[in-house]
């Protein structure tokens, strides 16, 4: 029976465990210095392990072991077998995306006293999670506007019924909801210091986030494994699995 080694405290490895046990494996969440014996290592998609640190663990690991992990040109120094990142599958981005999608609306009914119904939301990027958030706030009868900077996100948005925002006009435009899945500065203190007090402000993107004034926005990144860790356990465990299947098929060539 291979086993598997979680090297993460995150509530979705937990889940993520159950559902691997339940397929067969011996799976466990170990310390970070006792991998000796795993044949499939799972590390966090954050991987804040420093260099020092993964040297040490991975120092007795055997190459056949499958890694997967965050910032896989990390544990490559250190691992000559196969090392997988899970930001290198598109099915795994996808699901994490409509999850974080699902969560800022959680957040959103938590943060307002308000139904979504006529008011005025603005998302700020148009990939994975800006598309899926714009959808739900449609659906829940929000008037969404997207700002995008490329011209055929922008054609994509507007077929899709959206309105296009310029950056210069967020401030004018009176939005009751604003969400940022850039993750870069886009919006300057000039901007937000001009922004309805009521508006609810969320930085759904990862550092630096998309607000220069970093104090306006509720902070809300990383939100599957803090707010759905089952779901978010659930895609780590497909993605695994899609992969271990693959692997399986090639050597049984």
Known sequence: MEKICIVSRDKRFAYARELFINCG????????????????ILFSPKNDFTDHELRKMLSDVDHEAIIFTGKKEKVEKHH????????DSESFLLDNAYITAQCAIKLTFENTD???HGKRALVLGYRRIGKYLSSMLKCLCADVFVYAR??????????????????????????DLIYNTVPFKIV???????LRSSALIMELASDPGGFYDENIALKSAALPGKLMPQSAGKAIF?????????????NNL
């Open 114 to 116: 308000f139904s979504l």
């Open 80 to 87: 000559a077998g196969i090392v997988l990142d899970y930001s």
């Open 25 to 40: 494996y011996e799976c466990e969440i170990c310390e970070p210095f006792s991998l000796k014996d795993g044949d499939i």
């Open 150 to 175: 490329r011209e055929e996100s922008q054609k994509e948005a507007s077929l899709n019924g959206f309105g296009i925002c310029e950056l210069s006009e967020i401030d004018k435009l009176d939005f």
């Open 188 to 194: 300057k203190r000039e901007i937000t210091d001009k």
């Open 238 to 250: 497909d993605y695994v699995i899609s992969i271990l299947s693959h692997l399986k098929g090639e």
